[in-house]
């Protein structure tokens, strides 16, 4: 480790002339050098022009100390790159890591304007799946001379790295977004690995339970995508995006098991399948194979969807994942 001396004196003559001995500085430690070419690597970055999922170039000036993020994704992002000081305000929606509760909140999907606005941000990362109902806030913050940089609604695995890329990007944490990304790769290499052990006799149908009223994953989804990539047959792959399909449809299709999404909204979600008229003889009614998972770490496209991914195979394939 190499050590930094400094003389206590105005000049080395001096302290010569008076009969002194040059005097230790604190030590700078590797990881304090480190921080500081971190930080000047950042800087020197700066100004940089990112494009949003809306195709609209933002110029970031300087490296963002206050940031608004408008979306639950954007937020555990921002977070795993290690940007949870830097953020000021989040979304009503924002639950995970559990410093958003000391964060202001900014609203949901018609987020308050004059909020944001008061909280001075350099950045806002707002959302695409907002869609119509954020233009006219994004504008107003725009017109107020705020960056406002929308993030990709994540389709797919692919479409979730670009979101971690884009965020790294926009504040300097490009070193830390390609250390994400190959971490989330890993992870879903690991999955796919044990998954490659069940053999074609034994791969189980799911249905995918958004909601209640029967919203699920079909084809073109990122949970599709980890339902191939568990050995899972998703029942609803015919349908295209997040349809809303009717209780015969689901019966028909006969699930091994159901998978519910929503279990902590609702009271008593398992038991509520269970007992559904006429769906007695599906199979993951009759065999009881009806399960809660995790909705924020299977529906959010961020660093914890790996997590998700092995929370629905665990729940498939209890024998094979959950050991």
Not at 60 to 65: N, S, T
Not at 202 to 217: C, G, I, N, R
Not at 300 to 319: F, K, M, Q, W
Request: with cysteine.
């Amino acid at each position: 480790m190499k050590k930094t001396w400094m003389t206590l004196g105005l000049s080395a003559a001096l302290l010569a002339g008076c009969g002194s001995e040059e005097a230790d500085a604190p030590e700078t430690t590797n990881e304090e050098n480190a921080t500081e070419e971190t930080a000047t690597e950042k800087t020197a970055a700066f100004p940089v022009t990112v494009t949003g999922a809306d195709d609209q170039e933002v110029e970031v000036e300087a490296v963002p100390k206050r940031i608004v993020t408008l979306a639950p994704s954007n937020t555990e992002i921002a977070y795993e790159l290690g940007l949870g000081e830097e953020i000021v305000g989040v979304s009503d929606n924002d639950t995970y890591p559990e410093d958003v509760q000391n964060k202001e909140k900014v609203g949901g999907m018609e987020f308050n304007v004059e909020k944001i606005i008061s909280l001075e941000p350099d950045l806002v990362l707002a959302h695409d799946s907002a869609g119509a109902a954020a233009e006219t806030g994004v504008q107003q913050l725009r017109d107020a001379g705020i960056d406002v940089l929308i993030i990709n609604n994540a389709d797919s695995i692919d479409q979730m790295y670009k979101s971690v890329e884009l965020i790294g990007e926009a504040t300097g944490t490009t070193a830390e977004a390609e250390t994400e990304v190959e971490e989330l790769k890993a992870g879903f290499a690991a999955l796919e690995e044990k998954a490659a052990s069940i053999k074609d006799e034994d791969v189980k149908s799911v249905f995918f339970e958004v909601d209640p009223t029967l919203y699920t994953a079909g084809n073109g989804t990122f949970l599709n995508e980890i339902f191939d990539l568990v050995n899972v047959e998703n029942t609803m792959a015919d349908q295209e995006g997040w349809p809303q399909v009717t209780e015969e449809a689901v019966i028909e299709k006969n699930p091994d098991v159901i998978l519910l999404n929503y279990g902590s909204y609702v009271e008593n979600a398992v038991d509520g399948v269970l007992t559904r008229e006429g769906w007695e003889n599906v199979n993951a009614v009759k065999n009881k194979e009806v399960v809660e998972v995790n909705a924020d770490i299977t529906s959010r496209t961020g660093p914890r969807l790996v997590e998700g991914a092995e929370s629905i195979a665990e729940a498939v394939y209890p024998d094979v994942f959950a050991q």
